[in-house]
């Protein structure tokens, strides 16, 4: 009987002061405090990202899909507070710091040994697809927006050129497939599919720095150096961090404060992605660079005297600001300009051609490896297609973003058909292949 009269006096009390509350936010009232209408647009984007992330869970899909829905849905609400969240400078602020370690995160998957022992079966792959759908994009873009620039038709073949392997990995361990030579092959090509994608991101840089400096048509040196300090920095961090981090991280266990891994880390992330942004290069290649070269025996003294791993302290971090970025993402999607079918059109030519370029991806497969269950296991798109998008948001071209409304729609939508696709695709095709090879036995 208790519980019952404090729910009740709770809903009385909600009611109540509901009213003011709206007010209070739809008018900017209260105390003028401004971190305190940050709190409100931030704890607004934490609850749409944890509803959405929980329920594409609950469907069997990855929480980007549902974060990225549930910030279209968030964006799209007739309440003035969500109509400033698209174009709020902090929450914006939060919002890229998010993607550098987002970008960090990814790097610390991959190590420096993981990317020298993907083999040349999955080098030609990562290849083979990365130019097959910067080819098929581009082509389906010229196609549909005739009037855009070349540079935009490009930008948009490359957004959707990079693998995400979260989908996959998660179809894959759902069929308990992970230690098969195709999963092995997916996983390693798009560890390299990171780093083409930063190669052809700062290729796009280089040539809009042309433009933006009065020069006309393409010229090849300034591209191609712009190419080999992007490869020289990534290797130079490479080879000089993984011969002075280790020193340095053993002279920082001498330090007795609790924190010390996790600020030394973020330290060194945040100053190579200053790194990269003073050498004219995206800071994303900084962050990601960062992560590469971190390992797992930089923490092991750590660890060995009762403290977390550097994964285990970034996880928090990243679960707070990760979601941010995507539900931004979903956020700056324009409903009405999806729903044009000048914009679907877009989106489904692009899908497409995401698919069709990946498809080719599976003529770099050695032998043994079934060739169509790889180029499957390639098709999704996801944190690289997103990061492209918000950029093109920003980047210009002749007075022009690369990205307007719709076809930064159109690559949000991109993300959301392929990782629709692709588990429904990995599992007829798994299936197909143990028909295949079940008819093949029998036969013999």
């Given at each position: ?14 009611v ?12 900017g ?15 607004l ?8 992330g ?14 990225l ?21 902090f ?17 610390l ?7 020298l022992?993907?083999?040349a ?8 697809g990365?130019?097959?759908s ?6 389906a ?5 005739p009037?855009a ?12 050129s990079?693998?995400?392997i979260?989908?996959?990995a ?6 308990d ?13 798009a ?7 930063l ?16 020069v006309?048509?393409v ?8 190419l ?12 000089l961090?993984?011969r ?12 007795r404060?609790?924190?010390t ?10 100053l190579l ?16 660079a960062?992560g ?9 003294r ?13 996880e ?24 044009q079918?000048?914009t ?31 180029a499957v296991?390639m098709?999704?798109?996801?944190e ?19 990205l ?5 729609s159109?690559?949000v ?24 090879a ?7």
């Open positions: 009987m208790r519980r019952w009269i404090r729910a009740t006096l709770l809903v009385v009390a909600c109540g002061f509901a009213p003011s509350f709206a007010h209070a936010a739809a008018n009232e209260g105390t003028g405090d401004s971190i305190a209408h940050l709190g409100l647009l931030v704890a984007v934490l609850v749409a990202a944890q509803v959405g929980e329920l594409a869970t609950r469907l069997k899909q990855p929480p980007v899909l549902g974060e829905l549930a910030g279209m849905v968030l964006g799209n609400l007739p309440w003035k507070p969500l109509g400033e969240l698209g174009s709020d400078t929450v914006a602020l939060l919002s890229q710091l998010g993607v550098l370690i987002l970008m960090f995160e990814v790097g998957d991959a190590t420096i040994r993981d990317v022992a993907v083999g079966a999955a080098a030609r792959v990562a290849v083979l990365t130019l097959g910067l080819v098929a994009g581009f082509l873009a010229s196609l549909l927006l009037r620039s070349v540079v935009s038709h490009l930008f948009l073949g490359a957004a959707i990079a693998t995400s979260g989908v996959t998660r179809a894959f361990k759902d069929l497939r992970t230690k098969t030579p195709e999963a092995r092959t997916i996983l390693g090509a560890v390299l599919d990171d780093v083409l994608g190669l052809v991101l700062a290729l796009i840089g280089g040539w809009l720095t042309q433009r933006a400096s009065g006309s048509g010229q090849a040196l300034p591209l191609i150096w712009r080999v300090k992007t490869l020289g920095f990534l290797v130079a961090i490479v080879a961090g993984s002075l981090t280790p020193w340095l991280f053993g002279l920082a266990t001498k330090l404060t609790r924190g891994l996790l600020a030394l880390a973020l330290a060194f992330c945040l992605s200053w790194a990269a942004n003073a050498l004219g290069l995206a800071p994303l290649v900084g962050a990601f960062a590469l070269v971190l390992e797992d025996r930089h923490s092991a750590f660890v060995a005297r009762g403290e977390k791993s550097l994964t285990e302290l970034i928090p971090l990243a679960q707070f600001l990760v979601p941010i970025f995507f539900v931004m993402m979903g956020i700056r999607a324009d409903a009405g300009a999806l729903l079918p000048s679907l059109g877009l989106a489904l030519a692009l899908t497409a051609a995401s698919v069709v370029g990946k498809l080719v991806c599976g003529l770099g497969v050695a032998r043994g490896v079934d060739r169509l269950t790889v296991g098709i999704p798109r996801g690289v297609a997103l990061i492209f998008a918000s950029l093109g948001m920003t980047l210009t071209f002749e007075g022009a973003h690369l307007d409304a719709r076809g930064y159109a690559i939508a991109v993300v959301i058909l392929t990782t629709l696709l692709t588990p429904l695709l990995v599992r007829w095709q798994l299936a197909r292949a143990a028909s295949q079940d008819r093949a036995a029998i036969r013999n």
